[in-house]
């Protein structure tokens, strides 16, 4: 099957979170832990599957939001945020809660939609909508 390297840190909890921000660290860590299930990983492919956040082009080009200081900007001067993603994100050190504190921003509960998995399709389908008022959505680097 194929999976992201960077899934296991989900797989296997308990390890140092800064693993996980190296590709090849966190590769080689995943591999060795499933290797001790009989879970071979193949070489991987040249590929980044990072988390990035995406805004409709009339919202950036209405609150001048190009970057992620921008967006914390807007958020600190009271600027209206509805962000949808994956529970798994918004509760890692590694996704929203790093972003939060990176960028020194705070969206409280009403200002996220959580979903229990990163279902691409139906966050993207949720911003183009305006589903719920959401205006930014949780994607990933391999999205089309």
């Given amino acids: 099957m194929v999976d992201y390297t960077g899934s296991g840190q989900y797989y296997h909890e ?17 591999k060795e832990l499933d290797a001790a299930k009989g879970i071979i990983w193949l070489t991987p492919a040249p590929a980044n599957n990072t988390e990035a956040l995406a805004v409709r082009r009339q919202f950036a080009e209405e609150t ?14 009271g600027g209206r945020i509805k962000l949808i993603c994956a529970q798994s994100y918004a509760d890692n050190s ?51």
């Fill in 64 to 77: 001048g939001i190009r970057d992620l200081p921008a967006l914390a900007a807007y958020v600190n001067s």
């Fill in 94 to 144: 590694l996704g929203h809660l790093g972003l939060e504190e990176a960028y020194s921003f705070k969206l409280d509960k009403s200002q996220l939609v959580l979903l229990s998995s990163g279902n691409t399709a139906e966050m993207l389908k949720a911003l183009a909508e305006g589903t719920n008022d959401v205006n930014v959505s949780l994607v990933y680097g391999t999205d089309g």
């Fill in 14 to 30: 308990g390890q140092d979170s800064s693993l996980w921000s190296d590709p090849e660290a966190g590769y080689a860590k995943t």
